[in-house]
């Protein structure tokens, strides 16, 4: 572990280094597997970025080799980290470990930052038993709290034509300072864009939804959908959405259908490629007929209902001023397109 | 054939009624098993000098045919309804080759003194150098039933001196306390199943069973309890899962094994709060569900308002991580 501290403006500034391996207990060990394996359960997969500059993958390569030992290369990446990180960048820890995944030997670097906490101990005051409350500011790890920049390598995704892992790249709420860990520090960039991944995650969803035979049900998901895709987050959660948006029998169907479209659990949303395809809720009956809605429309209080009948057949109830009515052949819809229905 | 011819050929050929005796308490062992019924199960082979000595007693027109009862096999089982479910799959079963048989619970005679179980006469499995059969004589009884029977031979059927009439009532008093054990058992036995929970028995006894093999230790059967009841909603058809979740310990084992070593009963992490999960059997079914039903069981434990952070760090470290949200 090495100490990263505050950049100073104007004057290099540099970690404080140890000087030897920690030593870790039964306890600190478990710890660390149990708060490390939590955090990468989102991480995503990255490889080398060869237009950004960075001495991480070759310091990671070489201790895979042998050249280097884990106390070498961890003082080489903390000096880089400390570069890397601005002025408004907290002070914090930068834990270099070497362990095993599933048998294969990974090394994880993860960059934490200090939290506040408060220790009760009991004394004795005055012949009276009394809880003394010790303020605590260097605390890290601690349960309940997330860990935003951690990433693994695993031996076998490290070569000479090769360099790959997977990376968790959170920003810290509050914080304006985005990637610097992924991109500046590892020097790396994600396996899957954003805005592919995202697209994804729209199809798959929208797939799923198309399997609901409720109609009522299919039409609350799709407006679900709707929503999530043009929130203000900033960030898709498979689970997030299954748990704030789905019925409690279909959350685990859900997140196993996007485990198999390879759709991970969380990243960053952009909306580039699905922008078209949020316009509208498109519904279409057996009788042909074709209603196009704005999906706020849809939610309670909106101009549209959908009501289901006990044989299965679905009333939809558009109640508006009517701006327009004429005569219209086959309807033929590409992203992009407006339409008159 | 003499009485003397008889006790010496006994006497020669003892050996083939022990084989006898432990081949018939085998079919008899393997008929309760099919039937998922439990008891103890003895053999015997009447001593020498007992057969010499019924042969002197009673008259027998063939001393070697007629004794029928040179060996014998018991079985004590729980209830009633388990010597009746055990008698009926013996007499037709084909395990057991069964010549005549007696449910000596009937009620004959009202006033005679008779609380015994079921006997049955039956041929044990030859062997190729046999000249004629053996049978073997077996015995269904309730524990209570069998009590009875120790007791009364030296009470009522060989006592030193005769009853007197107050001594007589109160074997008769004996005999009721006898019968009604066995009717208060019976009762408690047919209520246990009615009970809220009982329906997760069958699971928790297999949890039990894998978790002790492959942990070495049983964990705290009330807090078992309790865990299971917050989850049993994603278990609806315990026999159906059964099988699932027997497959997947099955594969999981050697894993499983270093998890417990790693973090399990007698760890140095065993103590910690944290940890609880990893000494108790219900973390097998936990992990099989964190891999299929991952955001059910979550849903359902937070419901159940049990601590998360004994779910959370048993995911961990089990490799199925509670992702963050």
Redesign the interface.
Known sequence: MHLLQQSTKGSPTQPVLSEDLTPL???SR?FL???L??????ARPVTRDAAVSSVVPKTITDYFDGARTLLEISQVLATSMQDVQSGISPPGLLLVLEGTR?GQDVLVLAKLEHERGARATQTVVDGKRVYDMEFLRDLFLT?GS?VYKVAIFPRNQIGSTHFGGEVVDRQVPGHGVAHYFISDFLGCDYTQRADVLTETFHKTTQQYVDAIVDPAKRARYQVALLSEMQSNNTEL?V??F??NYLD??D??PY?AQMNSAVVP??FSKDIGLVRAYLERVLMEFENGSVALVPPAELRDGGSVSIDESQDGRTSLRIEDHLTRMGSKGALKFSPGDSHDA | MTPDEAVARFKAERPRFERAAQSVASAVSSSARAIDVTGRVTSRVKEVESYRGKLAIKSYSDPWADVTDKCGVRMILERDTDVSALYAALVRSDRVDVISHEDKRQIQDPSKLEYTGVHLQVVADGEPTDTDPIQCEVQLRTAAQDLWSVVSHSLLYKPTVPLPATEQHAVYRLVALTELFDLEVERIMTVIPTLPGYELSPLLKFLESEFAGIAGSVGKKALSVSVLDGIKALVPDVDAYLPQLAQFTSESREDLRSLYNQHGPGSEMSADFDYTLFSQPESLILVHLLTSQPMALEAAWAVAGMPRQWLSTLAALAGVPLNEI
Not at chain 1, 37 to 42: D, E, G, H, K, W
């Open positions: 207990n039964t306890e478990s597997e149990e708060r394996a939590t955090a990468l359960s989102v599933s349960t997330k959660s689970r997030a299954a748990t409690a029998e959350r685990d997140v659990m969380t």
